[in-house]
């Protein structure tokens, strides 16, 4: 168990919807980050957030937006929903500091789009 | 760009040596790490290496690390069924840049350890 927690496991819905992931990242770690894995792409990095702000983007969508909350929690919101948008998306945490700043992975949220 | 590459599909017999492959092309890159994916499951971090180091040895698993030729090896001593998963490698780039905390994953090399 990395200690990052992220829900729901698996979501279901149809195309043009929007869908809220929730994640929790592990005691103590200021970091936030957010990578999808399909079987096309493979581990893609979405975005990460440290503190509540926006440290670093990558191949985000504009349908899809995330924030950091005071508490720390992070969730990513995904509209819109596109067939192509199934995956596996993961939420990872870390301290946010120089170093090492290894990031733990939560168990990840399986999205089906129908 | 960057870009890390992994072979696809290892396999071995249990008791054998595993050795996964990865070679990567940012030459900033700082820390390279080895993670774990069982079916189902979250990504779980192996190990580490910064990039100054050549070796890093953590009870069966080695890292080698050829800086020159931008290439990284795991090696699993005596593996046993249970280390069948998907290991993927990764790179992260230089701290403070716009892309500080940045992982660039490998597609992965699913390790099939026959009993």
């Known amino acids: 168990d990395s200690g990052v927690t992220q829900t729901p496991k698996h979501l279901i819905t149809a195309t043009g919807q929007r869908v809220t992931l929730r994640c929790s990242p592990r005691s103590g770690d200021l970091s936030v980050y957010w990578y999808q894995q399909s079987l096309d792409q493979g581990l893609q990095f979405l975005i990460q957030?440290?503190?509540?702000?926006?440290?670093a983007k990558g191949n985000i969508l504009e349908r899809f937006s995330a924030q950091q909350f005071p508490d720390l929690h992070s969730e990513l919101n995904l509209s819109s929903l596109e067939l192509g948008d199934s995956a596996l998306y993961f939420c990872a945490s870390s301290t946010g500091l120089q170093g090492t700043d290894t990031q733990y992975f939560g168990p990840g949220t399986r999205l089906t789009v129908l | 760009g960057e870009d890390v590459e992994q072979s696809l599909f290892l396999s071995v017999r249990e008791g054998d040596s595993s050795v996964i492959n990865c070679t990567y092309t940012?030459?900033?890159?700082?820390?390279l790490y080895w993670y774990k994916q069982e079916p189902g499951a979250g990504l779980q971090l192996l190990t580490y290496i910064f990039s100054n180091m050549d070796m890093k040895q953590d009870q069966r698993l080695t890292v080698l690390l050829n800086k020159k030729d931008k290439h990284l090896s795991l090696r699993i001593a005596d593996t046993q069924t249970g280390d069948s998963a998907i290991y993927f490698c990764a790179e992260r780039g230089l701290w403070g840049s716009s892309n500080t905390g940045k992982l660039i994953f490998g597609q992965g090399t699913t390790l099939q350890v026959k009993p």
């Open positions: 940012d030459s900033s890159s700082t820390y």
């Open positions: 957030y440290y503190n509540g702000e926006e440290r």
